[in-house]
């Protein structure tokens, strides 16, 4: 008996992962000169100097190890300390697993809680892992649109016609990426009952809690239905430790057991002296005084892009309350998808914003972008904007 002979073999599972529409704009975009980027979803902040003398001094005196599984005791006891000063939420360091960044918190949850078969509720337009992750589990997707007219927050009332006897989870993301969008309370507390009631886990991602505008709270899913919770979070965004790949994920006692197991074979643990940094980043005052820094400059990066886009043709925007983004509204009379705008603006206006169906079907007609740029990058790429759209 002969066999084909094949250079490479591939799981057929990796053919049903899309590639990043973000990235296959940045791509493109950076073949071309003197493009300004309002795209990616990155502090343009350096890490605070404390949390980086932290991590020195840890590789010095010997972090240089394996951790438990789990992560380092002292920091899952920091976070739960964390919890309880900022929401009043008591949660056990037992039922913490540090993490390499929310993304590896929200695959764990994934592949820990679904199977096939199983169906996950997926908000539209969602930040893109979602959906992929889900794939991987080869669970059934639900998609639920997110309204402009409700703010885009999850609208209870959909949320249980969408539900279905195979529905084991619910994913959240709020402050939401890409509509800047948040929960007020009274949805928080509908969608806890909602969970309880029809026994429903609920991943929830909340990476851009700190950054918040015009008196806007951040209600932590977990307070409120605190046995159906999943909870990831990132120090990515809080503390601008993107390429430092630390996060960590809340669950109750008998999810995250199992979370541990499996994590204990994707990565093993997180890097011991960077969830030593951890520590100090969420205990030092020195770290929170650069995260009010950071608001701030955000907030004043906000007005000013809201200020351009309003003034600009065929563009409107709707005003966040959370995160640091904006999401636009594209003209219908252009004519225009999502993608087509934006390669528009690329090619015009030397300018990369992201095309809403990067994150579902629902945001056609939409482009996320992004102020966590400098001051003056943001005023020339308003500018170059709205020279190009001026001229349509």
């Known amino acids: 008996m002969k066999y084909k002979k094949r250079k490479y073999f591939l799981a057929g599972r990796i053919n049903l992962i899309q590639r990043s529409k973000i990235r296959e ?7 071309m000169e003197n493009v300004i980027s ?14 980086k003398e932290a991590a020195k001094r840890a590789i010095d005196e010997g972090y240089t190890h394996y951790t438990p599984n789990a992560g380092i005791p002292e920091f899952r006891e920091a976070i739960a300390e964390y919890y309880k000063t900022h929401y009043k939420v008591d949660v056990s360091p037992n039922d913490i ?34 959906v992929e992750d889900a794939k991987i589990a080869e669970a059934g997707i639900i998609r639920i649109p997110l309204r402009e007219e409700n703010e885009f927050q999850v609208d209870p009332d959909e949320l249980v ?37 029809y026994n429903l886990y609920i991943l929830s991602d909340e990476p851009y809690e700190h950054f918040l505008y015009e008196g806007a709270k951040h209600y932590p899913m977990i307070k409120y239905a605190p046995d159906n919770t999943i909870l ?10 993107t390429g430092w790949r630390l996060g960590f994920t809340i669950a109750p006692t008998q999810v995250i057991r ?19 940094a951890g520590i100090t980043a969420l205990r030092d005052k020195r770290s929170w005084e650069a995260v009010s820094a950071m608001r701030e400059t955000y907030a004043e990066r906000r007005k000013l892009v809201l200020k351009h886009l ?14 640091f983004y904006i999401w636009a509204k594209i003209d219908p009379s252009l004519d225009m998808s999502s993608e087509d705008f934006a390669d528009w603006l ?5 300018v990369v914003v992201i095309p809403g169906t990067a994150f579902g079907k629902a945001g056609e007609g939409w482009i996320r972008i992004s102020y966590a740029t400098k001051k003056s990058q943001l005023i020339e790429a308003m500018q170059r904007m709205n020279e190009a759209l001026s001229k349509l």
């Open 25 to 31: 704009l940045f791509e493109k975009a950076k073949k």
């Open 38 to 51: 309002l795209g990616i979803g990155e502090p343009d902040f350096d890490t605070p100097d404390v949390v």
């Open 97 to 130: 697993i540090v993490t390499a960044g929310a993304y590896e918190a929200t695959y764990l949850a994934f592949q820990t809680l679904l199977e096939q078969d199983d169906d996950v509720i997926i908000p539209d337009p969602a930040f893109v892992c979602y």
């Open 161 to 197: 016609e969408a539900i279905t006897k195979r529905t084991r989870m619910l994913v959240l993301n709020y402050p939401n990426n890409p509509t800047g969008a948040i929960l007020k309370k009274k949805t928080v507390k509908a969608i806890a009952d909602i969970a309880e009631d």
């Open 232 to 241: 990831a979070n990132s120090f990515s965004k809080t503390f601008a430790m």
């Open 258 to 276: 199992d979370m541990i197991k499996l994590h204990a074979y994707v990565i093993g643990n997180v890097t011991s002296f960077i969830q030593i």
């Open 310 to 323: 309003h003034k600009m043709p065929y563009i409107t925007p709707f005003k966040p309350k959370g995160a």
């Open 346 to 350: 690329l090619e015009n206006a030397r």
